[in-house]
Nanobody
Framework: QLQLVEYGGGLVQPGGSLRLSCVASRSTLNYYAVCWFRQAPGRDREGVSCISSRGISVNYADSVRGRFTIARDNAKNTAYLQMTNLKPEDTAVYYC?????????????????????WGQGTQVTVSS
């Protein structure tokens, strides 16, 4: 069964950058779409960015488009979220999630209930 662990959260000043990593174990990430979600205090969890199993398709929430970049390295069983020009409203716990897609290399969805496997989350705090 796939296990996911997020790394890279922390405290950063507005305008700064962070790169989150989502490392998979116990199974290959090759056949999974991966999505990053986040949940701020008092708010529902929301999709941030998702990527298909081979990186063919990606999507971004409007609030992060142009500032965040999602990527993956299947050889390293790892997905990434590069976050730049961070804003205080980006403060949240960030989760990576994976959905088995088999050979559907271009399938990607940001529907939370479609994702079977979740990491424990990593805190990102943007504050001066």
């Amino acid at each position: 069964q796939l296990q996911l662990v997020e790394y890279g959260g922390g405290l950063v000043q507005p305008g700064g950058s962070l790169r989150l990593s989502c490392v998979a174990s116990r199974s290959t990430l090759n056949y999974y779409a991966v999505c990053w979600f986040r949940q701020a205090p008092g708010r529902d969890r929301e999709g941030v960015s998702c990527i298909s199993s081979r990186g063919i398709s990606v999507n971004y929430a409007d609030s992060v488009r142009g500032r965040f970049t999602i990527a993956r390295d299947n050889a390293k069983n790892t997905a990434y979220l590069q976050m730049t020009n961070l804003k205080p409203e980006d403060t949240a716990v960030y989760y990576c999630a994976a959905k088995f897609v088999g050979l559907s290399e271009d399938y990607v969805t940001s529907m939370e209930d479609k994702y079977e496997y979740w990491g424990q989350g990593t805190q990102v705090t943007v504050s001066s």
